[in-house]
């Protein structure tokens, strides 16, 4: 045990005790009257032993209880007093709910065989059937207080486990709240940031290249763009404000973002498809203009039929994260886009020509591919991105993005991600 002092409640047992110990012997009160008025004075020696032994049954019970024997066979040969008897039934019980598990499951077993071979031993010594009531009192003194202390062991130790397990449960519940929090965090910004920083992006660049040119059919094609976007953005915006209020009247999601909302927001009714990637890629085409960039889309899935909405929304946000960062970063040339069912997964490319982009640059974050590698992970899909050298024969270098999202309900396998921030030739499709 771990105190070192007795319990307040053992001296007050070892005062009562002694006390009540003393009244009965000024009284005459012995269990044995003949060989109490032999020995007087001398079973008040046990009974002290006896009241010093309960100052132990909770720090020591074991050596509280074999002390208790010996001052119980001392007792019995002194004329023996009730209290210390019943003392000695208190240490048996003390054993048995605050001692060792082995030691207190063995008392049981223990005081049946001690009360049975004191029976028998006396049965045989003396031939009386009194020997019958020493065993029966005998088995009241030990049996029966070691049954009830492991009972009521055994009630404490279940309400310790049912607190633990409520303590574990609170925690679980607390830290599934916090991966919901973080969960939802990471979901709204992967949102905000392909909706705005796409926008933003290409207004930046626009604006730049008005205030660089002098030219003013060049300045109106740019403000025609930033007002295009910027319009669009702003509506982009106002739709995901009206997604987050919604959702906030709702429940607050699991940890797999599985909140009102589906795993990836999917269950806007206004989300974007797959079938916006033709308007899609021909706004980027508008951004990309001036830029030398040419866009060109492969939607091979088309005649594949539905796919599921969480699919079609992290495809899309692939892309658009894939055409946005095309337009700040790649060199002129043409961004090619494709799309294509392949061994029940929907499988999204997204090449850009490197090099050195003569179109105003942005300052990249890198969270974007942060963000499709997310959504890839979320839908037990794939992503990789990464330049890779030009090919003899063929053209220059690409930068590559390319996802496979499953369709059929399979994991094919976690997240890879390969990319780097900036390409060797300074047009690295890292994004902003």
């Not at 705005?196 to 002098?214: C, E, F, K, N, W």
């Not at 909302?261 to 021909?282: I, M, N, R, Y």
């Not at 337009?327 to 997964?345: K, Y």
């Not at 963000?371 to 050298?389: D, I, K, N, V």
Request: hydrophobic residues 45%; neutral net charge; aromatic residues 2%.
């Amino acid at each position: 045990m771990s105190r070192r002092r007795p319990h307040r409640d053992d001296l007050v047992i070892c005062v009562a005790g002694l006390a009540a110990g003393v009244l009965s012997w000024r009284l005459g009160l012995y269990n044995d009257p003949t060989a109490g008025a032999r020995w007087g004075a001398l079973v008040l020696v046990p009974l002290a032993v006896m009241a010093g032994a309960e100052l132990l049954r909770r720090i020591a019970p074991l050596t509280g209880l074999g002390v208790g024997v010996l001052a119980l066979v001392a007792d019995v040969l002194t004329g023996s007093l009730l209290v210390t008897v019943v003392m000695f039934s208190d240490l048996v019980y003390a054993a048995a709910c605050y001692g060792p598990r082995r030691a207190a499951r063995a008392l049981v077993p223990a005081s049946v065989a001690c009360s049975v071979g004191v029976t028998v031993g006396v049965l045989v010594l003396v031939r009386r059937p009194e020997a019958l009531v020493l065993g029966a009192v005998l088995a009241l003194v030990t049996l029966a207080p070691a049954s009830s202390g492991l009972l009521v062991r055994g009630h404490r130790e279940a309400a310790d486990a049912e607190r633990l397990r409520a303590e574990q449960t609170a925690l679980l519940a607390e830290m599934d709240r916090t991966q919901a929090v973080v969960a939802e965090r990471s979901r709204m910004a992967r949102e905000l940031h392909d909706v705005v920083a796409g926008h933003l992006s290409a207004i930046a660049i626009h604006a730049t290249a008005a205030l660089a040119r002098d030219e003013a059919e060049a300045r109106q094609r740019a403000l025609g763009v930033i007002r295009e976007n910027s319009t669009q953005g702003l509506a982009e915006m106002r739709r995901l404000i009206g997604i987050l209020r919604e959702a906030g009247d709702a429940a607050a999601p699991g940890p797999g973002e599985s909140g009102p909302t589906g795993p990836t927001g999917s269950s806007d009714p206004v989300a974007p498809t797959l079938d916006g990637l033709d308007a899609l890629v021909a706004r980027s085409g508008r951004g990309g203009a001036a830029a030398g960039l040419r866009f060109e889309l492969v939607n091979g899935a088309a005649g594949a039929g539905p796919l599921p909405a969480p699919v079609e929304l992290a495809a899309y946000r692939v892309v658009q994260e894939a055409l946005a960062n095309a337009v700040r970063h790649a060199a002129p040339g043409t961004v090619r886009v494709e799309l294509r069912i392949e061994g029940g997964a929907l499988l999204v490319a997204v090449a850009s020509p490197l090099g050195e982009s003569r179109s105003p640059r942005v300052a990249s974050a890198g969270a974007g591919l942060v963000g499709m590698a997310e959504r890839a992970e979320l839908l037990g899909g794939t992503f990789t991105a990464g330049p890779e050298p030009a090919r003899a024969g063929g053209p220059g270098a690409w930068w590559w993005v390319r996802v496979s999202l499953p369709v059929d309900g399979r994991r094919p396998g976690g997240t890879e991600r390969t990319a780097e921030s900036e390409s060797p030739g300074g047009a690295g499709e890292a994004d902003g």
